[in-house]
Each structure stands twice: as C-alpha cells, then as structure tokens.
C-alpha cells in the first residue's frame, strides 16, 4: 500500500485537496476521481476539497493508497488567484474532415463561452472539445485571448487526431510557463469592475456570467474603438450584425441588450433614456408540459435511488435545476415535511413535500449519505447541472416520450397540473417562487376547459 501526502490550497477561494509525489501509474488510478486535474503553479495534482474527503478516498482506494490528512486551518491555507494561473489553449485542426479540436486550462466562463457556439460538442472523459467547422478558429482565438490565454495551434503533420484526443489535458501545462503566459487583457480592468458592479447588486452567478459573456463580445467587436464614446447608430449596427442576424431568441437579444445598457449606466453613467436601443417584442408561446402519465413513466424508468429522487423533487416541488442542485441537507426539515429553497435573487421560499418524496429522500440519505448538500457528486461537493440534463434525457429515451423532456419542462408540468387541479394562483405564485402574478398566470391556458365546449359554427353546417 501507498503512502499519499495530501495539501490543502485554494484556487480563486475555492478549496483544493493536492495529491504529492503521484507517478504515472498513480495519476491514471486516480483520474477516476471528479474534477482530478493538474495545477502548474503548485505542481500537484489537486481536486475540489470538502468535508470527509480523505476518509472517502481511503475507502475508494482500499489495500491500494492510504492518504495522509493535512493539518492546516482554512484560515492559513495558500490562496491562488486566477489571474495567476497559467492559462493555455492548444488547438488542432484536421486537415481532412476540417473539424477543430482543442483543449484548454480550466476556466468557467471560457468553457461557458464555448458551449454556446454552434457545432460544438466537448467530451468530458478526454476533455476535449470538438467543432464540426475549423472556420471558427480565429473567432475561438480571439475569445481565448479575451481571458487572457495564450493559444498555440498544433501542426497536423506532426501528431494525428487520435494522439490529439487522447493525449490527455494534463500536457497542456507543458506548453508555456507561468509567468509568460500572464497576457495583457487591454478589457480586463473593465470586465473587473463589471463583475464587481454585478456582485454589489447582488446578482446571481448566472447573471454575472451571461452579462459578462455578453460583454466580452461587444468589446472583441470594438477592439478598435473607443467604448466609451460610441454612437447608438454603431451600437445599433453591432446588435443587428452580432446578435439579430444570428437568429438568437428573442430574451438572448434582451441580456445582449440588459449587458451593454448596464455597461453604460454603471461605468459611464450614460443614462437608459441616452441609450435608446428598442427591445424585440417578445411573442406569447405557451409552455409544453407532460401528462401526469408521463412524468411517472419518467420515475418508474429510473432504477438507480439518486436518479429517480432528482426528478420525483424535480416534479413535486417545482424546483428549478439550480435550486436542486443548492439545496444543502440541512434545509430540509422532516418533522414539517418542508424545504427552505435559495431562489433567484437569493429569494428564500418554502415548499412542502408529499409523503412519498419524503419516504424516497429517506431512502436515499440512508444509501448515500450526503455531507453538504442533499445531490452531490462521487467526490462529493456540488452536482453538476449538466448531470441533471443526462439523468432526465436517459430517463426520456427508457420512457419512450418523444416530446423534448428539460428540467424546467417538469417544473412547468408541475404548476399547470396544479393550475388544472383547482389550486389557486396565488399559491402556485408562492411555490414556484414568481415575483408577479403574471409569470404564473400563463399556466392558466391548460384550465380553460370551458373553451372547448362552446359550439363551433362549423357543427351547425349540414356538410
């Protein structure tokens, strides 16, 4: 059995557990772990700490390694900022099929930026990512830069995409130094106070995220200019060339909009009249949701405790995927069969549980025995939303439905059932957490049974 020395540090304030003096064949044992990856300032490989990590990595690893606790206080552990990573993106493009392959330095919003282009498609067991078209190379390149990573592209010649893929992201830290690849963000100082400008309004992470995603792309667009002086004709021509032409949804070109409006207003103090960009008009579509039959054909599906009790809490309390995903252990109160949700906006509300959900969480505390939060990972900590998405995905294919099954697609399956059930709004209002009535008065489409007993003319037609 192997002695593993463990370190605790931080990247950005997030607590990290390194592992020392790991060999290759330890590095490839132990990539079963969630979040394994490679720190190039500390030269460790390190995952996300929390409560009771060793003991369960001592129990995953029995009669092979025996990890060492370490005996810092939190308060004296070593911070790492992100500004001092060593960030990189290595990109190879296949001359024959033109798909562009790349792997990068963890970065949330970078991989957040990415996801949303077209065509692209990351495989989490290579960690890489994958387009279908190599044109999207300089818009991928200027986007690395904007982070602040320094990008190198590969030479086809020299390796195949098989040895790309399968090379693994831990080379990537092999490429440059740290301190060369600290570039230059002429936008960074900006983003900064944005996102600091976010946070004091208390905006939620998501909305930080998109808003600076948003701008991010406004400021690439402007590399040239003057941001602080443009015009509206030039804002106007950004928004219709970058984002309308584009064929976004409609509430995408409004935080498109939100973004650059509260660019203006927070760092310039342009007002919202000086700023007269008009907002699309947004259409009125109803949400579809599934049967009552459906929804248990969902849960009977699930053979595994943990994925069946995702989407029974899913359905029968409303929860957004964030909230399920937030929701700690210790909000749960079994003797009121009531929960203590975290919305949007830091908005706290209270749902009450049916008995058999209550029965299923038992269950499952019992057979899982979560820390923190109630749906965590196998190296504990938070649940991944992606996760979410692929439990409720496989769920829908063993069901055989064929509508296009979301995590919110169950929320609003679970307000309309009410609705047509005789619940009052302003309950469901309470429960699902809406600020106006307005937002859940949309569910009440699917009650209208009256409409469909008025008499159609066309019944009185001798045809």
């Given amino acids: 059995m192997k002695n593993i020395i463990t370190k605790k540090f931080k990247i950005d304030g997030k607590l990290q557990l390194g592992f020392q003096r790991l060999q290759r064949q330890d590095i490839n044992n132990l990539r079963c772990i969630k979040g394994f990856r490679y720190c190039s300032l500390k030269g460790i490989w390190h995952t996300d700490y929390f409560e009771g990590i060793i003991p369960y990595l001592n129990h995953t690893f029995p009669g092979t390694y025996y990890f060492t606790g370490d005996i810092i206080e939190d308060g004296g552990v070593e911070d790492i900022e992100g500004a001092h990573r060593a960030l990189v993106m290595r990109v190879y493009l296949d001359s024959v ?22 065509g692209g498609k990351y495989h989490s067991k290579r960690r890489v990512w994958q387009f279908r078209d190599g044109r999207h190379y300089d818009h991928i390149k200027k986007l690395a830069r904007s982070y602040g990573f320094r990008v190198q592209l ?50 939620s992470g998501r909305t ?18 003057d941001i ?59 949400p579809e949701v599934l049967s009552i039959d459906e929804v248990k054909r969902l849960i009977d599906s699930c053979g595994n405790l943990k994925h069946k009790l995702v989407i029974s809490m899913l359905y029968s309390t409303g929860m957004r995927r964030s909230e399920i995903i937030g929701l700690k252990v210790g909000r749960i109160d079994f ?20 008995q058999k959900l209550v029965k299923q969480i038992d269950q499952y505390t019992k057979a899982y025995k ?19 998405a ?17 995590p919110h697609l169950l929320r609003h399956s679970y307000a309309t059932h009410l609705v047509t059930s005789g619940v009052s709004l302003s309950y469901v209002q309470k429960i699902l957490g809406h600020s106006s009535i307005k937002t859940t008065m949309i569910y009440t489409h699917i009650a209208d049974n009256d409409l469909k007993n008025i ?3 066309l019944d009185k037609m001798d045809i």
């Fill in 97 to 118: 099929s033109g798909v562009l392959y790349l792997k990068h330095t963890f970065h949330k919003d970078l991989w957040r930026s990415l996801l949303v282009i077209e």
């Fill in 154 to 203: 590969e030479n086809s010649k020299n390796r195949g995409t098989e040895e790309f893929m399968n090379g693994g992201s831990r080379s990537v830290r092999h490429l440059v130094p740290a301190k060369e690849s600290r570039m230059s963000d002429p936008h960074s100082e900006l983003i900064s106070k944005l996102r600091l400008e976010l946070r004091l309004r208390n905006r």
């Fill in 208 to 225: 930080i995220g998109g808003y600076l995603d948003c701008i991010r792309s406004f400021l690439i667009y402007f590399t040239s200019s």
């Fill in 228 to 286: 602080k002086s443009l015009s509206m004709n030039e804002i106007r021509g950004y928004l219709n060339q970058v984002v309308i032409e584009k064929g976004y949804s409609y509430s995408t070109i409004n935080v498109h909009i939100s973004a650059i409006k509260f660019l203006y207003i927070s760092l310039y103090g342009r007002s919202i009249d000086e700023i007269q960009i008009p907002r699309p008009k947004l259409g009125t579509h109803f």
């Fill in 335 to 354: 003797a009121s069969r009531s929960i203590m949700i975290r919305g949007k906006g830091n908005k706290d509300r209270v749902v009450y549980m049916p």
């Fill in 370 to 388: 979560p820390v923190e939060y109630l749906i965590e990972g196998q190296g504990g900590g938070r649940y991944s939303a992606t996760s979410i």
């Fill in 390 to 406: 692929n439990i409720i995905e496989k769920a829908r294919r063993r069901s055989g439905i064929d509508k296009r099954v979301t």
């Fill in 455 to 457: 008499e159609n003319p």
